[in-house]
């Protein structure tokens, strides 16, 4: 991908991702292969997974999430204070996975070729 490259927007919709107990905050949205989507909920402590629809599939509860990047084709993971927890989507569902603790907060994460950067 050209990093100088323009991107146009072609469209433009909203879609409410919250459960009948949620006032939502959707803090972080990540795009996965298998045409689902995964938000990062800081509000309700949830991660959700949404379907080609829009519609929640599934959730993790978590504490605090933060922000969420993808890993793998199957795997995210989110910050929460200063924990990293990796979730990963398995026959539709959420799992949550391995957590690695951290000596500081993180507020943001990103992936880039196996390299885990974290901004605080």
Do not use: W
């Amino acid at each position: 991908m050209n990093p100088n490259q323009q991107l146009t927007v072609r469209r433009k919709s909203k879609y409410i991702v919250k459960m009948s107990s949620d006032t939502s905050q959707t803090v972080s949205i990540v795009g996965m292969p298998s045409d689902k989507v995964i938000v990062s909920d800081s509000q309700n402590n949830k991660v959700k997974l949404l379907d080609q629809h829009y519609n929640v599939s599934s959730h993790c509860d978590v504490s605090g999430s933060q922000e969420i990047c993808q890993i793998t084709s199957s795997e995210v993971a989110v910050t929460f204070n200063k924990d990293v927890k990796f979730i990963s989507v398995s026959n539709g569902q959420l799992v949550s996975g391995r957590k690695i603790s951290l000596q500081h907060a993180a507020y943001g994460i990103a992936h880039h070729e196996g390299i885990h950067a974290r901004i605080f």
